[in-house]
């Protein structure tokens, strides 16, 4: 099961708004993002998985994340899957 952790997301703005994160912010702790290594868009079709953006990103200290923008309610969330993540920063 994924547990959704909202996160504060600084953006880069290009074309359109919130176009990709440029870092985010998890129990007051700053992560920079080096790279996207893939993102995707799940579509509005089913009503039960609204419309939202995937970042799968790595941090400046090489850590991997997996980020959700959800389209419609302009939320950020740290997608983790199964148990929660013991961070050590």
């Known amino acids: 099961m994924n547990d ?5 997301v600084e953006c880069h703005s290009g074309y359109k708004a919130d176009e990709y994160p ?3 912010y998890w129990d007051k702790v700053r ?3 080096k ?3 893939d993102r995707w ?4 079709r089913n009503p039960d998985w609204p419309p939202a953006n995937y970042f799968k990103v790595i941090t400046t200290k090489n850590q991997h994340f997996l980020l959700k923008h959800d389209v419609k309610t ?3 969330y740290l ?3 199964g148990e929660r ?3 050590q920063v």
């Open 4 to 8: 959704l952790i909202p996160i504060k």
């Open 22 to 24: 440029t870092s985010f």
């Open 31 to 33: 992560f920079d993002i």
């Open 35 to 37: 790279e996207i290594q």
């Open 41 to 44: 868009y799940q579509g509005d």
């Open 74 to 76: 302009d939320r950020w």
């Open 79 to 81: 997608v983790v899957k």
């Open 85 to 87: 993540l013991n961070l």
